[in-house]
């Protein structure tokens, strides 16, 4: 039997290419005469650029740019020369993994040094520009991407903003005409694995900024803040940030970079999957193997899983999932697409032991899938 590994990375845990390894290293345990492709995915969150590059048969380029603290650090920007694509991933340059639990605080930090690393990386002439933007650290409706690229915002007195995103309310008007416009001239792809607005109670500011380091008055700060730019934006470039699909995504980057620089917001696990030519490795397979920290309802929002499980139910390929956490009771919705959901748990486990353990976990849950396979015992669906 030959099997297609295409997990997602593990939040806190392990990334995508060591989910897939561990998993496949289960099936070479078993007892089943099997063979695999590894083929790890990436949904728009944090590791999706590196897995691009990896795919696509990129290179990384080195690029000195400022972290959310304003700290100089070598970050790098993938390039795939065949079709002259640059792949980003701000999570890189302006992610929480950059910053310790105590530095957390989204009302100082901005995506500046990820608006540095698109200026490096227009220096080559992408023809396609695509922007990983799971992991940030911040909420600022893409104001440092923007002024990075030139963009002025500016208070009463006409005064450049510089505390930002908390100085969003002394925002009074948005001066676009020292914009890059090699920007403009590039398409520009945002990916995103979220698909919340940018204000009110599932905006940016409510549902991601808690994550941050957000308090409960901080959010309502950054939510107010988040409102003015997109009323300034009406009146500058006639585009609502509030009406994109997306837009909320990490911390309101999506919707910014909509409304500013025409970016095209898509659903990353799509866009993946197109860019690196999933499909054709499907067509080897006659089982797939998918995985994530979690899995439930809101898997099918467009995380990873869904994404492959979609494609590989419209080619009538078995599909099972493997997860740290799943539900008690199986939702109807998950097993139209999940043939198998197996937790990768061996009973009630410590949390902070769970995520040690993770790739120990997949091995051991892939030999014992792959042994039910081989003794013709069909394994119970939505097993946990």
Known sequence: MHFLIAPNAFKNSINAMDAAVAIGKGLEQSRLNASYDLFPIGDGGDGTAALIIHHCGGKSVPCAVHDPLGRLIESRFGWVEETKTAVIEL???????LLVPEEYNPLHYTTFGTGELIRSALDRSPRELVLGIG?????????????????????????????LPLGLSELESIDVSELDSR???????????????LLGEKGAAAVFGPQKGAKTSDIKILDAGLSKLREKA????????????????????????????????????????????FDKQLE????????????????????????????????????????????????????KYFDYILSINDGPVDPVQALKSTAENLTRTSRHFANELFA????KKNDS
Do not use: W
């Open 91 to 97: 999570a890189d340059v302006s992610g929480l993994r």
């Open 135 to 163: 992991g940030s650290a911040t909420v600022d409706g893409g104001v440092g991407i923007l002024q990075a690229l030139g963009i002025r915002l500016l208070n009463a007195k006409k005064e450049i903003i510089v505390n």
């Open 183 to 197: 920007i403009l001239k590039t398409n520009l792809v945002v990916l995103c694995d979220v698909s919340n607005f």
């Open 234 to 277: 009406i009146e500058v470039m006639k585009v609502d940030m509030n009406a994109a699909l997306y837009g909320g995504a990490a911390g309101g980057v999506a919707a910014g970079l909509y409304a500013f620089l025409h970016a095209r917001l898509v659903s990353g696990i799509e866009y993946f999957l197109d860019i690196t030519g």
């Open 284 to 335: 080897k397979a006659e089982m797939v193997i998918t995985a994530e920290g979690s899995l439930d309802e809101q898997t099918l929002q467009g995380k990873g899983p869904f994404g492959v499980a979609r494609r590989a139910k419209e080619k009538d390929i078995p599909v099972v999932a493997m997860a740290g956490k799943i539900p008690s009771v199986i939702p109807g919705d998950l097993r």
């Open 376 to 379: 013709n015992q069909e394994p």
